[in-house]
């Protein structure tokens, strides 16, 4: 049997409206047992988040900058799946610090079709911003804050690649901010035969 060496953990539960503990098992129980493994099998553990642990400041004009320096810094984490999240993070690091697990985390933005093809997730009804999009189309209208506020459209397969290249750092940098291209363009491609 081959070892395994590296630990890509992609798998959450990324419903913003859940019952019970339904987040924390996935998200928070499963990267603890990942966590277990990982130490027993002398593996490194690369973990993908989001950026939405960062939350929003208690005092909306505080401006202190939230990077892959920080982990908490006052913010408001509002949901449940953000908490979750943010959870996790916690005990890797806690990880990586206590016991010298080699971990990497991935905070990625507002993950979205691929840039590719547009294919896009399958959970569209359950995601808050997806629904908030939809509400706005509906009522063909936008709050003002919206309509002057950046988004971050995170193409899932550029993300996936960012990823992997970023997977090639040393152990000195360990939580990464994974953002697309600058200015790049969305454009649907034919699929050559």
């Not at 129980?29 to 493994?37: P, S």
């Not at 990077?67 to 916690?90: M, P, R, V």
């Not at 009522?139 to 309509?147: A, F, I, K, R, T």
């Amino acid at each position: 049997m081959i070892g395994l060496g590296t630990i890509i953990n992609t798998a959450a539960n990324v419903s913003h409206f859940a019952y019970g503990d339904a987040l924390e098992k996935v998200n928070v129980k499963g990267v603890e047992n990942l966590i277990a493994y990982a130490k027993e099998h002398g593996c490194s553990l690369f973990h993908v988040s989001t950026i939405s642990v960062g939350g929003i400041s208690a005092d909306r004009q505080d401006k202190r900058i939230f990077s892959e320096k920080n982990l908490f810094i006052g913010q408001d984490i509002f949901n449940q799946y953000i908490y979750t999240k943010y959870l996790a993070e916690y005990k890797l690091l806690r990880a990586a610090v206590d016991d010298g697990l080699n971990v990497k985390i991935f905070r990625v933005g507002n993950l979205q079709g691929r840039r590719s093809d547009g294919e896009f997730q399958m959970n569209r009804k359950s995601n808050a911003f997806t629904r908030q999009l939809m509400s706005y189309l509906k009522l063909e209208c936008v709050p003002e804050s919206v309509y002057h506020a950046e988004v971050n459209f995170s193409p899932v397969d550029e993300t996936a690649n960012n990823i992997v290249a970023l997977s090639t750092t040393g152990r000195n940098a360990a939580v990464f901010h994974v953002s697309p291209k600058k200015g790049a363009k969305f454009e649907k491609t034919k699929n050559k035969k």
